[in-house]
């Protein structure tokens, strides 16, 4: 799931993102509760299980289903392209990704999105290399994988 801060003319738009258990309302719910503040206005498309972010906010919907994608500022279109981008990654790039590691593709490609706006982006990138240590294989191998299933794109 995602949660997108619009950017504005001085700031590009920022992305949270992450796995979770199932598409349900409660667990919807509780990743706006924890990512989002109270005070936003939410837009989503008409998806069941965000009916109930009306009582916690100001939900605006857009109804895919009836040809409606946008409705002056109402629309999903910027969430949508972080996730074109980071479906093209995984078919691209790394063609599948484990469940295992969901979380670190994950933040790969949000950390590029919202860096983007970066004069020099290369140089971002090496400065973290160089003060960040890399995974040891160990680590990165150790434990039962979630599961053996992969997520694949074609």
């Known amino acids: 799931m995602g949660v997108m801060k619009r950017g504005t003319k001085t700031k590009v738009s920022q992305v949270k993102a992450f796995p979770i258990p199932d598409r349900k309302g409660p667990t919807m719910s509780a990743v706006v509760r924890d990512h989002v503040s109270d005070f936003a206005t939410i837009y989503t498309d ?19 289903s ?28 790394h063609h599948f990704v484990s469940i295992k590691h969901l ?31 890399a995974m040891p294989y160990a680590k990165l191998t150790e434990g039962p994988s979630a599961s053996p299933r992969t997520i694949r794109r074609s």
């Open 46 to 64: 008409e998806f069941a299980s965000y009916r109930p972010l009306k009582f916690t906010h100001d939900h605006e919907i857009v109804i895919h």
């Open 66 to 93: 009836r040809g409606e994608y946008v409705r002056g500022d109402v629309h999903t279109n910027t969430i949508e392209g972080f996730w074109s981008l980071f479906e093209r990654q995984v078919i691209g790039q």
């Open 103 to 133: 979380q670190r593709y994950l933040d790969e490609r949000t950390w590029s999105y919202n860096n983007r706006g970066e004069e020099d982006l290369f140089w971002l990138v090496m400065v973290r290399l160089a003060i960040k240590a």
